[in-house]
């Protein structure tokens, strides 16, 4: 998700699940503006390193990861492929993932998707990733031990959405009221052979584009965090499974304190955080990625937190835009040295375009960013 925020309304690059007539799942990316809303001031800053100052020294570890993502520095690469052709199938994620490789001089072994355009329960417990006839759970089945994907999965389906009061759902939830819906959801995805996935659940939770927004006030936040938690303890109780749990909130918007909706370290494993190479204050204005890292709602504030809770994190979205910045090897520079020199479980870069989108793919519109990712990530 590309958030661009100016200083009277937020404009976003709005990424959406779109069900096409054969079932699956494109991301759409379409740009609508919503107003400022009333944010909390930041908690104060907590003493810890961070690592946010591009270094020198490119080692041989990134992108190069033998095994499944771990609550640790397994540092894996990870892919969200361009599927708005509508093409699904198993040799189509091979191919996208073999360009990919081939284009970055990398080894993706995890794939980026997104399950929250679910509109019913129903949807929501049994996802369309699942069917074989996309071909996620045949690539993943090819090599089970290294290969895995990294699922976005909001809390609630679309139909129960209120970013204005989500305080009835988010009680009801809290009270326990969708436990059993969780467990089936963490059924179908170990019947479909896909229990090691990685789980972003309630992604971009502090953005009013998702349908399980956090809400603007404190007890909206803490009564969210405890529908997470009942959540991932559901989840938990399905049978063989051994999912990772990423909470993952986007740059730049709300700046709300993290402490009110996160959920607790025994609900988490991995702390995610999407920055695209958009500024919050000023999206029309190229940065460096310094300046991009030290906004109010920045990477620094995050690490900060992440090292307070001594969990490892992950940036499940990261990419160029192109505006402000385009092919900006300074952004990848940024991006792979604060993955290097952190307690990284894995990275991923989103590769998807689409109707109005601005994210910018790697390739030969982007050559000085290509060679910095292939510095970074590239097998060497």
């Not at 661009?4 to 503006?33: E, H, K, N, Y």
């Not at 990261?318 to 040295?337: F, M, R, V």
Request: glycine share 10%; with cysteine; net charge neutral.
């Amino acid at each position: 998700m590309v958030a661009l925020v100016s200083t009277s309304a937020i404009t976003m690059v709005v990424v959406t699940d779109q069900v096409p007539s054969s079932g699956g799942v494109a991301r759409i990316v379409t740009t609508a503006v919503v107003s400022r809303s009333q944010a909390d001031s930041p908690p104060k800053s907590t003493k810890a390193s961070t690592s946010t100052t591009v270094g020198t020294t490119v080692p041989t570890a990134l992108g190069t990861s033998n095994g499944l993502i771990t609550a640790g520095s397994s540092r894996s690469e990870c892919l969200t492929p361009d599927t708005t052709s509508g093409q699904y199938g198993l040799a189509f994620l091979q191919s996208v993932v073999a360009k990919f490789d081939t284009t970055t001089q990398s080894t993706v072994s995890c794939i980026s998707s997104f399950l929250n355009g679910s509109q019913t329960w129903a949807q929501w417990e049994h996802p369309w990733i699942t069917g074989s006839q996309y071909g996620y759970t045949s690539w993943v089945g090819e090599k089970p031990q290294s290969r895995q994907l990294v699922l976005a999965v909001n809390l609630i389906p679309n139909s129960l959405e209120n970013v204005n009061n989500p305080l009835k759902w988010e009680q009801a939830c809290a009270a326990g009221g969708f436990n059993s819906h969780a467990t089936a959801l963490g059924t179908s995805l170990v019947t479909a052979g896909l229990q090691n996935s990685v789980i972003r659940l309630g992604p971009e939770m502090n953005g009013v584009w998702e349908a399980d927004f956090i809400g603007n006030r404190k007890v909206e936040q803490k009564l969210w965090a405890k529908c997470f938690a009942n959540e991932v303890t559901s989840l938990r109780h399905a049978t063989g499974e051994h999912f990772l749990i990423d909470w993952n909130p986007n740059a730049c918007k709300g700046n709300y304190p993290y402490s009110n909706f996160y959920p607790g370290n025994k609900y988490v494993d991995i702390l995610g955080f999407d920055l695209y190479d958009v500024g919050c204050e000023t999206p029309t204005t190229s940065l460096s990625f310094s300046h991009l890292a030290s906004e109010p709602a920045g990477l620094k504030r995050f690490e900060a937190f992440a090292a307070s809770r001594g969990k490892p994190m992950s940036f499940p979205e990261w990419g160029l835009s192109t505006i402000p910045a385009g092919d900006d090897p300074k952004y990848i520079d940024g991006i792979g040295s604060t993955v290097t020199k952190g307690n990284f479980a894995f990275e991923t870069y989103f590769d998807a375009t689409g109707p109005g989108s601005k994210a910018l793919p790697l390739g030969a519109s982007t050559p000085l960013s290509l060679a910095a990712y292939q510095k970074w990530f590239g097998k060497g």
